[in-house]
């Protein structure tokens, strides 16, 4: 593992990991989503526990190497930052909850949104653009850059602060751990016609499995 650390001053104790999946996890992911997209009918449809305006969003069920690579990352995340040491007593024990997965067309988002649980992750299977390019095919303000991008919320003070990573198709195959009341927000993209392919899950307390 390479993780990247990141880190805002206004983040204060929360910050992020960034990391590559590794090849072993990409492909345990591959058939699920492969198969849910040769027929959405048959897939576990999620809808109805997700703020997203996405037609297609369906909870899988997490396979061993997935849930492995994911306890790890959010322990060695928890180990840099300290933020379950730090907010909960007693500590609990990490462990993987739950997967889904959004097929995001373009002109569909991900409104204002925090999840459950202690972390969450998001793992960026497939974005079918650049920000450079969508920056420029649909019009947006000058100093407003947001199409297609993914960003965290940060309160300062009376203020909220847009806080983006650089997410486009040169990060297809990593993944974001972060505290799960961290709100986040995905604007919708304009220059593709491809689905934004991404999985998301949360990091809760003890269950033993």
Aim: net charge negative; charged share 20%.
């Amino acid at each position: 593992m390479s993780l990247e650390f990141g880190y805002h001053p206004l983040l204060e104790n929360y910050g992020y990991f960034i990391d590559r999946i590794p090849q072993e996890v990409f492909n345990e992911l591959k058939p699920q989503i492969d198969d849910l997209q040769s027929n959405f009918n048959k897939g576990n449809k999620y809808n109805h526990a997700l703020v997203g305006e996405i037609e297609h969003e369906y909870k899988i069920p997490p396979q061993s190497k997935t849930k492995q690579y994911i306890k790890e990352i959010s322990q060695m995340f928890e180990n840099e930052s300290q933020y379950v040491t730090t907010n909960y007593s007693p500590i609990p024990t990490l462990n993987f909850s739950e997967l889904w997965v959004n097929f995001q067309k373009k002109h569909e988002y991900n409104p204002v949104h925090c999840h459950g649980g202690l972390y969450s992750f998001v793992i960026w299977y497939q974005i079918p653009y650049l920000l450079n390019e969508e920056s420029t095919f649909h019009p947006q303000k000058q100093d407003e850059y947001t199409n297609g991008t993914f960003q965290f919320l940060i309160p300062e003070g009376k203020m909220v602060k847009n806080y983006a990573l650089d997410i486009d198709k040169s990060k297809e195959g990593y993944v974001a751990i972060f505290p799960s009341n961290l709100n986040h927000i995905v604007y919708p993209f304009y220059s593709s016609d491809k689905y934004r392919i991404s999985l998301s899950g949360n990091v809760t307390s003890i269950i033993n499995n």
